[in-house]
């Protein structure tokens, strides 16, 4: 899991332009100023392409925060 977690904060510093992004597993878009719809799907795209995996819409839907999605990569390796 701490692999999953460094390369999940690497997308996110990358994704929203802040080296010193932390993630945490309670972390949802309105705790990241510049986290909307646009930075979502690009997000999501770069964890699918760096992890080799494809989340499926009501997966997407069903995480409520950072952790769930930590958890569903878990899964899907």
């Known amino acids: 899991m ?3 977690i460094a ?6 510093r990358k994704v929203f332009d802040d080296p010193s992004l932390e993630i ?3 972390m949802t878009a309105n705790d990241v100023d510049k986290w909307d719809s646009l930075t979502h799907l690009t ?4 964890t699918e392409e ?6 499926k819409l009501k997966e997407l839907v ?3 925060n950072v952790g769930d999605m930590l958890d569903k990569i878990q899964e899907k390796l």
């Open 24 to 26: 945490t597993r309670e």
């Open 43 to 46: 997000m999501i795209a770069k």
């Open 50 to 55: 760096t992890f080799g995996i494809k989340f």
């Open 7 to 12: 390369k999940t904060n690497d997308i996110f």
């Open 62 to 64: 069903k995480m409520k």
């Open 2 to 4: 701490k692999e999953i």
